[in-house]
């Protein structure tokens, strides 16, 4: 174990580690997988990632628990939504044995580097999928780099399991209908860049858009996901430009196994007012309990806690996802890979 961390205390952002693991698509296939000690890549300055955005990533967490064993949540959910993001933008799919393979050896060479136990941290791993062919013209790539990089991590919010608020933007869109919204590819991050620092700049955790198209519907709170709960419902978006969140998908099965009833489904601004309580999921902050979304275009504040403090469902859904996550609950789905 590194000593010298202040477990408790880590920001969400990049820490050197041990290594990081890395396999190379060339000649229509793909190659061995590398161990490397070195945090660089060498691209050529023409690489089509770096001019035509070819580029995908995914965001995963390894738990220490309980039990001393250390735990990977949904990682083929991982491999599957890189396997989409690739076909959406003309990649070499990764296939899922490989993925499994590499994210548990990155773990595992990286072992000191994984928080204890109920210090609030993780180790987050970012694979990372990239076209490093030199060429210039819009065209795919011929060769690309697969690499898995981890460091530890505290909670996404500050606060950690707490409520925060959001203001409504009408200015700028993350992504557009039938566009790269729904894969993860770093552009569509890029694009809420400029909305995301006016938001804080105001006074926000984060921005929260309508869709792109009529600005009419829900879409997106920042980069998560959003869900609102009422008349024991859960209700999330249904859109073509939002990302398929693992932790959205998880998080309605435990709803259905807490007797709830889940609804997928467009949801009109203005049905924010009905819910009892809403939240914002992901794998970085699992759920984020909003307090007030803010419309200062129509003059209009939607609040989902008075108290300031996260709601009962909210709270349970939290706990439970969180427990299984950590082998304190069992794992009636499957959904746990224990690194051995």
Same mark, same amino acid.
């Given at each position: 174990?590194?000593?010298n961390l202040?477990?408790?205390?880590?920001p969400?952002?990049?820490m050197?580690t041990?290594?990081?693991v890395?396999?190379?698509?060339?000649?229509?296939?793909?190659g061995?997988?590398?161990?490397c000690?070195e945090?660089?890549?060498?691209?050529?300055?023409?690489?089509t990632c770096l001019?035509y955005?070819?580029?995908?990533f995914?965001?995963?967490?390894?738990?220490?628990c309980p039990d001393g064993?250390?735990?990977?949540?949904?990682? =083929?959910e991982?491999?599957a939504r890189?396997?989409?993001?690739?076909?959406?933008?003309v990649m070499? =799919?990764?296939?899922?044995?490989?993925?499994?393979?590499m994210?548990?050896?990155?773990?595992?060479?990286?072992?000191?580097?994984?928080?204890?136990?109920?210090?609030?941290a993780?180790?987050?791993?970012?694979?990372?999928?990239?076209g490093?062919?030199?060429?210039i013209?819009?065209?795919?790539a011929d =060769?690309?780099l697969f690499?898995i990089l981890?460091?530890p991590?505290?909670?996404?919010f500050?606060?950690?399991?707490?409520?925060?608020?959001y203001?409504?933007?009408r200015?700028y869109d993350?992504?557009?209908?039938?566009?790269?919204g729904?894969?993860?590819?770093?552009?569509?991050?890029?694009?809420?860049?400029r909305?995301n620092?006016?938001?804080?700049?105001?006074?926000?955790?984060?921005?929260?858009?309508?869709?792109?198209?009529?600005?009419k519907?829900?879409?997106e709170?920042?980069?998560?996901n959003?869900?609102?709960?009422k008349?024991?419902t859960?209700?999330?978006?249904?859109?073509?430009?939002?990302?398929?969140?693992i932790?959205n998908?998880?998080l309605?099965?435990?709803?259905?196994?807490?007797g709830?009833a889940?609804?997928?489904r467009?949801?009109?601004?203005?049905?924010?007012?009905?819910?009892e309580?809403?939240g914002?999921?992901g794998t970085?902050?699992v759920?984020?309990?909003i307090?007030?979304i803010?419309?200062?275009?129509?003059?209009r504040t939607?609040v989902f806690?008075?108290?300031?403090?996260p709601?009962p469902?909210?709270?349970?859904?939290?706990?439970k996802l969180?427990?299984?996550q950590y082998?304190i609950?069992?794992?009636?789905?499957?959904?746990?890979?224990?690194?051995?």
């Amino acid at each position: 174990m590194k000593e010298n961390l202040d477990w408790s205390n880590l920001p969400f952002g990049y820490m050197r580690t041990d290594y990081n693991v890395r396999c190379y698509y060339r000649n229509g296939k793909w190659g061995e997988i590398e161990l490397c000690s070195e945090d660089t890549v060498n691209l050529s300055i023409a690489a089509t990632c770096l001019h035509y955005g070819q580029e995908a990533f995914e965001g995963q967490k390894a738990f220490r628990c309980p039990d001393g064993k250390i735990r990977l949540f949904r990682i =083929e959910e991982n491999a599957a939504r890189l396997q989409s993001t690739a076909r959406g933008i003309v990649m070499p =799919e990764v296939p899922t044995d490989l993925f499994v393979e590499m994210a548990k050896l990155a773990v595992k060479k990286n072992e000191r580097f994984v928080p204890p136990y109920e210090s609030g941290a993780a180790l987050y791993l970012r694979p990372l999928l990239i076209g490093t062919s030199a060429q210039i013209g819009v065209h795919p790539a011929d =060769e690309y780099l697969f690499l898995i990089l981890v460091t530890p991590v505290g909670p996404y919010f500050k606060g950690g399991f707490a409520c925060t608020d959001y203001v409504i933007t009408r200015e700028y869109d993350r992504s557009a209908p039938l566009g790269t919204g729904k894969y993860k590819v770093g552009g569509n991050y890029a694009a809420s860049l400029r909305a995301n620092q006016l938001a804080h700049e105001q006074g926000y955790s984060c921005e929260f858009y309508l869709d792109a198209k009529e600005k009419k519907y829900i879409d997106e709170c920042g980069a998560a996901n959003f869900f609102g709960i009422k008349n024991n419902t859960y209700v999330t978006p249904k859109s073509t430009s939002i990302l398929p969140s693992i932790t959205n998908k998880s998080l309605q099965q435990l709803a259905q196994d807490l007797g709830m009833a889940v609804e997928v489904r467009q949801i009109p601004e203005e049905e924010l007012a009905t819910f009892e309580e809403a939240g914002a999921c992901g794998t970085a902050a699992v759920i984020s309990p909003i307090h007030k979304i803010d419309d200062p275009d129509a003059g209009r504040t939607y609040v989902f806690s008075q108290d300031g403090k996260p709601g009962p469902v909210c709270t349970r859904l939290y706990k439970k996802l969180r427990d299984i996550q950590y082998g304190i609950e069992p794992d009636v789905h499957g959904w746990n890979t224990i690194v051995e």
